[in-house]
């Protein structure tokens, strides 16, 4: 299996940006597509980004295209996600995961979990 641990979320005025950083260990990482997701007080969780296992195809949530961005470094076993223009309402947990499945668009698919970071934006 592969272990996954978040980092880089914090608190951030409305219009600035975060980077958050995935850290994999276990074998062969570069089999598996990965994403991130969020949850918020009140709401289920939702799929943010996802990133194919060679990084050619990504997949964004409406509400972030144009201002978040996942990337992949195999060779260093991260995956990244970008935030620009942030906005109050994306203030969640942020969860990265991953899964052998190809249908990486589609939270069910999901096999490991990270324990979360939470991004907290302020108006």
């Known amino acids: 299996q592969v272990q996954l641990v978040e980092s880089g979320g914090g608190l951030v005025q409305a219009g600035g940006s975060l980077r958050l950083s995935c850290a994999a260990s276990?074998?062969?990482?570069?089999?598996?597509?990965t994403g991130w997701f969020r949850q918020a007080p009140g709401k289920a969780r939702e799929i943010v980004a996802a990133?194919?296992?060679?990084?050619?195809?990504?997949y964004y949530a409406d509400s972030v295209q144009d201002r978040f961005t996942i990337a992949r470094d195999n060779a260093k076993n991260t995956v990244l996600l970008q935030m620009n223009s942030l906005k109050p309402e994306d203030t969640a947990v942020y969860y990265c995961?991953?899964?052998?499945?190809?249908?990486?668009?589609?939270?069910?698919?999901?096999?490991?979990w990270g324990q979360g970071t939470q991004v907290t934006v302020s108006s």
């Open positions: 990133i194919s296992r060679g990084g050619g195809s990504t």
């Open positions: 276990g074998r062969t990482f570069s089999s598996y597509a």
């Open positions: 995961a991953a899964t052998t499945s190809w249908t990486m668009g589609y939270m069910a698919r999901y096999n490991y």
